[in-house]
Structures are given as C-alpha cells and as structure tokens.
C-alpha cells in the first residue's frame, strides 16, 4: 500500500510539472514529495498517540525540506507540493485528493482556540507561490487561489481567487458567459495559456494580454460572419485556422545560436 501510493505521487508530478523527466529524477530530487511522505508516517504516530515521536520526525523533516506539515493534518491522495521551501500546513488542516500546494503558502489558523481553526480544501485545490489561507475555512473543489493572496473567506467550487484580501474574479457559474472564458476559448484555441488575464487582474502585463485575446476573438467572430455570408451566396472560402505550431524552446534556442553563428561568419568575411 505504501510503495502503492508513492508511485501514484510520483505519476501525478509528471501531469503538473514539465520539468520532471523521469521516475528517479523524481524519487530523489523532489522535496515537496518526501514532505509528504514522511508526513504520512508521522500522522500514523500520531494516531498512535505516539505524538512526541510524531512532532520530532516532523521538526526534523523541516530542517530537511523546509516544509513545515504538523502530523494531526489530514492529507489526500496525489497531494502534490511543487518547490516546497516554506511551506505551513496547521494541525486541522485538511486537504482533498489532487491538490497542489506552491512555495511559501501557508495553510495557517487566526486563533488560539482549541478546535478547528486551519482550512478545508476540497479536491482539485490550486494555491499559488505565496498565498496565505487563514482560518477555518471552506475552499471548494478546483478552485483557484493566486500568488501572495491572503484568503480569510470561504471560497466556492471553481472560483479563482486574488489579491489582499482576497477576492473573487471569476466563478464556474459565470465562466463559460463571461469575457473571461471568451478569452480562455480563444487562448485553448491559439496554443496559450489564459491562467491569469481576468479582467479584474492587477498585472499590466496580463491585463494587456487579456485585451489581445478580446481583440482576437472579435476579429474570429466577423471573419466567420463574413466567410458564413460568401458561402451562402455559393462561395467555397475559409476553411479551419491553421494550426499554429508552437516551437520547443531547445529548437529555438538553436535556431538562435545558428543564426548568431551566420552572422558572425558574414562579418568576419
């Protein structure tokens, strides 16, 4: 069961980080992961009341990894701790199955009140470099929390999450009617990922992509009125966009050091 379970955590960093290339990369390299997994033997302890044990093993995997998980928390599967380095998780924190947690977020309590006082994540969960959830809180399935917000609310399934405090700028009910998810369509269709251009986004720069996927869209849509009307009248004309074919950095990157390599030739001669 638990060589079970730490092969489905290692399979799960290969859908949620590029950068992981192959199994013993991830075995040894991931500090995130051993958080987890000595935290799982740790919580075993400690529902063994072996609790000093449990709080010692824990402290030491803090100095190991730099996250801090207290053993009471209850964790799902395919947890998944990307980075790791400052991570707090608080002793009634529960966490759902397919979370993932980033750098410096803190899963922390407001009072010191015996009882619940950490959040709830449901499954799916995303928590963003930075972000500090306070209290117990309710935070709802695949929802969206982004960097270095401070979230003291419960937030509904499927909403993403900005700002100090934090607040709500896009929810799953209005998703598919709004500018947002015209702009994620639009983005799904050109090969970019649209995370991030809500209209009520404080970064100049996504604002501004935001505005490019908005011009985008319009111009598909009087394209395809206008393609739409010439074939009504007996035409044959635009057929699917081609598919834009997005260049992996290494090609790139060598396509670059050629070009440079030419250049350089053509002026020694």
């Known amino acids: 069961m638990l060589f079970r379970g730490i092969r489905e955590d290692i399979a799960s960093v290969y859908e949620r980080d590029p950068a992981a290339r192959h199994f013993f990369e991830v075995l040894t390299n991931y500090p995130g992961l051993h ?8 919580h075993c302890l400690w529902n063994w009341r ?3 044990l449990a709080r010692w093993l824990s402290t030491i995997a803090r100095w190991i990894t ?34 993932t947690l980033y750098h410096g977020v803190t899963l ?13 994540l449901a499954n799916g969960v995303v928590i963003g470099a930075g972000a500090k959830v306070l209290g117990p809180l309710q935070i709802g399935e ?3 929390i982004g960097s270095n917000a401070v979230v003291v609310k419960d937030v ?3 909403a993403t999450v900005i700002g100090i405090p934090g607040r709500i700028v896009a929810t799953s009910a209005n998703k598919a009617d709004s500018k947002d998810g015209k702009r994620e369509a639009i983005a799904r269709k050109y090969g970019f990922d649209a995370y991030a251009v809500s209209t009520d986004n404080p970064d100049p720069v996504a604002m501004s992509m935001g505005r490019m996927l908005d011009h ?19 035409g044959d ?20 050091k050629a070009e440079k390599a030419r250049s350089k030739s053509d002026g020694d001669a």
Request: with cysteine; aromatic share 6%.
């Open 35 to 42: 958080a987890i997994w000595i935290h799982r033997f740790c």
């Open 108 to 120: 922390g309590g407001t009072s010191w009140k015996v009882g619940k006082r950490h959040p709830t």
């Open 237 to 256: 004309v635009c057929g699917d966009i081609p598919k834009i074919e997005l260049e992996d950095e290494e090609v790139m990157a060598e396509k670059e």
């Open 156 to 158: 509904p399934s499927g």
């Open 50 to 52: 072996l609790k000093w």
């Open 142 to 144: 695949n929802a969206r």
């Open 216 to 234: 985008m869209h319009v111009l598909d849509e009087r394209v395809a009125e206008m393609c739409n009307a010439i074939n009504r009248m007996g």
């Open 66 to 99: 730099g996250v801090e998980i207290h053993p009471a928390a209850k964790i799902g599967r395919r947890f998944f701790i990307d980075h790791g380095m400052g991570v707090v998780i608080g002793e009634t924190a529960e966490i759902g199955d397919d979370c």
